[in-house]
């Protein structure tokens, strides 16, 4: 199957509509202003379409949450990856680079691990693990997310939360995009990611333990989120950046990079930036320069059109591994600040010292 390579400048995005699919179940690739209020295959034909074990095993979904403000960089996460699930939260302090908090809690699945299709007004997600609760929820126009985690692992009862965060982000100042896109293999695939980026946050965040009691106010900053529902290959690989904040002329940004997406490649229609709210394509072909046994080297990131051309200098390195032998994974995301510009037809964006996170992920599942 092929399909036409999104454009490289900037154009006047297609409204979203109601439905990603056809009456008669066939995708609507593409990338679209707007994210509609349900994002669900269902009704996927052929050759899209799965039986029940490939539904099991390559359909994929997870919410993935960002905020900052002056003082921290809150990211996290959580993954219903069908045969397992994970969740995840990293708060780094933006002056010190020190890791405030970070915490994995990979293996659950079935009932205890679930997002549904809604990625905005009407979504629920929820992880339930030992020491630990995580929610996101949408209602009202914010997404509200809920972490309690616990220091000890097998006795949350007995130990008071280590981290508790309550944040919720404004929905509603301008529109989000969602891309539609095939994933090349035999039978094809195709997935769906709906995100914004530079919404208002609100919020408390409190770490306690090792002597630390400490709170931190989410209202006045930034956030955003990356809401993907569809199905990938069993071997999947991807490097992403995601950043938010003032340009130096004062425009407020937000930006979405991807790169290397396996069964994508440089076909990718979820490349973007949002200048004071209003969303604008960039070049799909993507590459990223990163030393991965250093991730804390400063990565580069650019765009074959030469639009883009970024530095990352990471403050610090939220990391996972697991190999089972059939199911294996290698995650690497840096929290730090994005330096260097973007160009959107004729205007440049000057970024200096922009909070973000960059991202390799490679996986077999």
């Known amino acids: 199957m092929t399909q036409t390579k999104a454009a490289i400048h900037p154009l006047a995005l297609p409204q979203a509509p109601d439905t990603l699919l056809r009456e008669d179940g066939s995708p609507r690739f593409g990338v679209f202003s707007g994210i509609p209020d349900e994002i669900s295959f269902e009704t996927l034909g052929k050759p899209y379409a799965k039986n029940r074990l490939g539904e099991f095993l390559r359909h ?18 959580i993954v219903d990856a069908g045969p397992t699930g994970t969740c995840f939260v990293m708060v780094t302090d933006r002056a010190t680079g020190e890791v405030l908090a970070d915490a994995s809690r990979p293996g659950a699945a079935g009932p205890l691990v679930k997002l549904n299709d809604r990625p905005l007004d009407g979504h629920r997600a929820h992880y339930l693990f030992p020491a630990t609760l995580m929610s996101i929820d949408g209602e009202d126009l914010e997404l509200r997310i809920q972490a309690t985690l616990h220091k000890l692992p097998f006795v949350p009862l007995l130990s008071d939360p280590w981290l508790d965060l309550d944040l919720r982000i404004v929905l509603d100042p301008h529109p989000g995009i969602v891309a539609v896109t095939e994933v090349a293999g035999r039978p094809p695939m195709v997935t769906a990611t709906a995100k914004n980026a530079a919404l208002p946050t609100r919020g408390q965040l409190t770490i306690s333990g090792g002597g630390r009691n400490a709170s931190y106010n989410l209202g006045d900053g ?27 002329d004062e425009s407020i940004v937000g930006f979405n990079l991807v790169s290397g997406f396996s069964g994508i490649g440089d ?60 199911l294996r994974s290698r995650f690497i995301q840096p929290s730090g600040h994005f330096t260097g510009s973007i160009r959107v037809g004729d205007r440049r964006l000057v970024l200096d010292a922009i909070p973000g996170v960059a991202e390799d992920q490679d996986v077999l599942w």
């Open 60 to 77: 994929k979904k997870w919410m993935y949450f960002f905020a900052t403000t002056d003082e921290v960089i809150v990211a996290g996460a």
């Open 222 to 248: 930034l956030g955003g989120f990356d809401y993907t529902n569809g199905y990938l290959p069993r071997e999947t690989h991807w490097n992403w950046a995601y950043g938010m904040g003032a340009a130096m």
């Open 267 to 326: 076909n990718s229609y979820e490349n973007m930036i949002w200048i004071d709210g209003e969303p604008h394509r960039l070049d799909p072909a993507c590459r990223f320069e990163v030393d991965l046994d250093s991730p804390m080297r400063t990565w580069r990131i650019t765009t074959m059109d030469r639009a883009v051309d970024l530095q990352f200098k990471p403050l610090a390195v939220h990391h996972e591994s697991l190999n089972l032998g059939a």
